[in-house]
């Protein structure tokens, strides 16, 4: 196989496959629960409403 047909077949691939829409919707859950735990903290409940305070008061 020369080198131009092996980078036409690269170039080819219009999207994902199944194994990587799998690591990908994977990885979109974990980032979601990481943000759920950060955003559900004490301290940032606490400087969130702080904000809100101060932007209606």
Same mark, same amino acid.
């Given at each position: 196989? +020369?080198?131009?047909?092996?980078?036409?077949?690269?170039?080819? +691939? @219009?999207?994902?496959? #199944?194994?990587?829409?799998?690591?990908? #919707?994977? @990885?979109?859950? *974990?980032? *979601?629960?990481?943000?759920?735990?950060?955003?559900? /903290? +004490? /301290?940032?409940? /606490? @400087?969130? #409403? @702080?904000?809100? +305070?101060? *932007?209606?008061?």
């Amino acid at each position: 196989m +020369d080198v131009r047909r092996l980078l036409a077949r690269l170039r080819g +691939d @219009a999207g994902m496959n #199944t194994a990587e829409y799998a690591v990908g #919707t994977l @990885a979109a859950v *974990a980032f *979601a629960g990481l943000l759920l735990k950060v955003l559900t /903290s +004490d /301290s940032v409940q /606490s @400087a969130l #409403t @702080a904000v809100i +305070d101060r *932007a209606l008061g």
